[in-house]
């Protein structure tokens, strides 16, 4: 069983940066996809960033030029660093990785709180 433990998470006031961190428990280069959801209360699961395939990136707009994905295949962690946060930003977020349709895993989830 694939596990993902996400952390990084914490309360952090508007204009403050965060970096949340992924750590699988195989090769992240084993998911041709991976990379950060979130979730508000009363919203859907939505996408922040992702890895794709050949490592190319995919960033939900109102988050481009805020917040980087980046990964270390060393210690299988996948990170997003988040700057500039707003208080939309707030909500809890998955890391997801997906080996196949069929295989698809997630993380806990790590809570994220912008005051304003």
């Known amino acids: 069983q694939v596990q993902l433990v996400e952390s990084g998470g914490g309360v952090v006031q508007a204009g403050g940066s965060l970096r949340l961190s992924c750590v699988a428990s195989?090769?992240?280069?084993?998911?041709?996809?991976m990379g950060w959801y979130r979730q508000a209360p009363g919203k859907q699961r939505e996408l922040v960033a992702r890895?794709?395939?050949?490592?190319?990136?995919d960033y939900a707009h109102s988050v481009e030029g805020r917040f980087t994905i980046s990964k270390d295949y060393a210690k299988n962690t996948v990170y997003l660093q988040m700057n500039s946060l707003e208080p939309e930003d707030t909500a809890v977020y998955y890391c997801?990785?997906?080996?196949?349709?069929?295989?698809?895993?997630w993380g806990q989830g790590t809570q994220v709180t912008v005051s304003s």
């Open positions: 997801k990785a997906t080996y196949s349709p069929a295989y698809i895993y």
């Open positions: 195989l090769s992240i280069s084993s998911f041709p996809e």
């Open positions: 890895f794709t395939t050949g490592s190319n990136t």
